[in-house]
Structure formats: structure tokens, C-alpha cells
């Protein structure tokens, strides 16, 4: 059974960091790409940032770019979002997501507020 379960998500004022944590089980985490989005009350999902298997390779949204890094730890099957020079307009609720043999996978979400 895939589960992906996130963590680190809090209040933090404008400028501040926060890491996002997702601990993923129930499938062989170092074969699947993964990816955290997130969603801000009356927007549409948007993906945030990608990384590969192996983490050599990752990709981001244009807003989160020079501000956010994504990346894995295989051995412990845990994915992580550093976020820093948070932005107000970065509060969202955020997803850890996997496409694990074809079906998407979701987190239950960590809540960010970026606010002062």
C-alpha cells in the first residue's frame, strides 16, 4: 500500500526558510520520480518541482526557481522540499506526489503561511 506522508509545513514570516519532509513507503521508492505541488485557496493545483529517480535531474516552476531546492534520500525513501526567501504568495497547502505504476499518488498535505 503507497503511502507518502508530509511534514515541516508551519507559519513563517516573509523571507524566512522552512524544509518540507515527505516520508514515502509501500512501494520501491528509488525506481519513481517525485514531485511536490501545491494548491492556494480558489487556484488550481501547480506543480512546485520534479526530481528523478536518482537525483540527478530536477525541474521547477518558474516562481519557485533560484528559491526552492528539491531533493531525495533513497535510503531513507524521504523526499524534501528547502524553501527559502518565502514569499507571502507561497502560502498553499503542499503535496508530495508519485506516479507509482501508473496511478498518482498523493500526500494528505502540509499546510505553509508565509505571512507577518
Known amino acids: 500500500q503507497v503511502q507518502l506522508v508530509e511534514s515541516g509545513g508551519g507559519l513563517v514570516q516573509p523571507g524566512g526558510s522552512l524544509r518540507l519532509s515527505c516520508a514515502a513507503s509501500g512501494f520501491t521508492f528509488s525506481s519513481y520520480s517525485m514531485s511536490w505541488y501545491r494548491q492556494a485557496p480558489g487556484k488550481e493545483r501547480e506543480l512546485v518541482a520534479r526530481i528523478n529517480r536518482v537525483g540527478g535531474s530536477t525541474n521547477y516552476a518558474d516562481s519557485v526557481k533560484g528559491r526552492f531546492t528539491i531533493s531525495r534520500d533513497n535510503a531513507n525513501n524521504t523526499v524534501y522540499l528547502q524553501m527559502n526567501s518565502l514569499k507571502p504568495e507561497d502560502t498553499a497547502v503542499y503535496y508530495c506526489?508519485?506516479?507509482?505504476?501508473?496511478?498518482?499518488?498523493w500526500g494528505q498535505g502540509t499546510q505553509v503561511t508565509v505571512s507577518s
Open positions: 506526489n508519485g506516479v507509482v505504476r501508473l496511478y498518482n499518488y
